[in-house]
């Protein structure tokens, strides 16, 4: 079994700051880390994903993700917010092997102040 | 670039209706879930189909059923609309593979049973 936990549910973050927001995972088997964002009235899009190699993984718009296996986490980091990056973000965590079962966070709303 | 369709943003039905959500994608994808987003529950998997014909189910499948009849369309199935079932739902695709594979995310429908 796999599971994700977020531990923000909101961040508030002034603009041009930086900011983290915060995921751990567990798993029995090897995993595949995901990271999505959610604007108002859309679906989810990919920001980034962790599957093998460096454990810092680079994504879309500016955002950048740390994999780091002893403390089974997945943290996702911006170093300077614009008022665009307000969204919902989303970690999700696959297992190898067979059909892709993701598992995601109750995300975290992210609001960034002007 | 991929695109995942749901037929309709808004849909409003009554206790007990059959409601029929459909989604279409346009990449030749093998993978299509279901899920349903609820504030503080983030996305729960409903049902999910790796080929023409073949489903699986999710955590949540109770109350639902789904069909695919061709590789591009997936849709799930009311039978027997309930209140409990007010939510947004999400539909997505991937490739198949050893759980590395992205999906793709339609806008969704937010559908209220009243």
């Known amino acids: 079994a796999q599971s994700v936990t977020q531990l923000d549910s909101q961040v508030p973050v002034f603009e041009e700051a930086p900011v983290e927001l915060r995921c751990n995972y567990s798993s029995s088997v090897s995993v595949y880390l995901f990271w999505y964002v959610q604007y108002p009235n859309q679906g989810l899009q990919l920001l980034l994903k962790?599957?093998?190699?460096?454990?810092l993984v680079k994504g879309i718009n500016g955002f950048e993700a740390e994999f780091n296996k002893s403390q089974t986490s997945f943290h996702l980091r911006k170093p300077s917010v614009h008022i665009s990056d307000t969204a919902e973000y989303f970690c999700a965590v696959s297992g190898s092997g067979g059909y892709q079962k993701v598992t995601f966070g109750i995300g975290t709303k992210l609001q960034v102040i002007p | 670039d991929v695109k995942v369709t749901q037929s309709s943003r808004y849909l409003v039905k009554r206790t007990g209706e059959k409601v029929f959500l459909e989604c279409v994608q346009d990449m030749d994808h093998e993978n299509m879930f279901w899920y349903r987003q609820d504030p503080g529950l983030g996305l729960r998997l409903i049902y999910f189909s790796y080929d023409v014909k073949m489903k699986e189910k999710g955590d949540i499948p109770e109350g639902y059923s789904v069909s695919r009849e061709k590789k591009e369309r997936f849709s799930l199935i009311l039978e027997s609309a309930s209140t409990n079932q007010t939510s947004m739902y999400l539909c997505?695709?991937?490739?198949w593979g050893q759980g590395n594979q992205p999906q793709h995310f339609g806008d969704g429908t937010r559908l209220s049973i009243l």
């Open positions: 997505a695709s991937s490739f």
């Open positions: 962790y599957l093998s190699g460096s454990t």
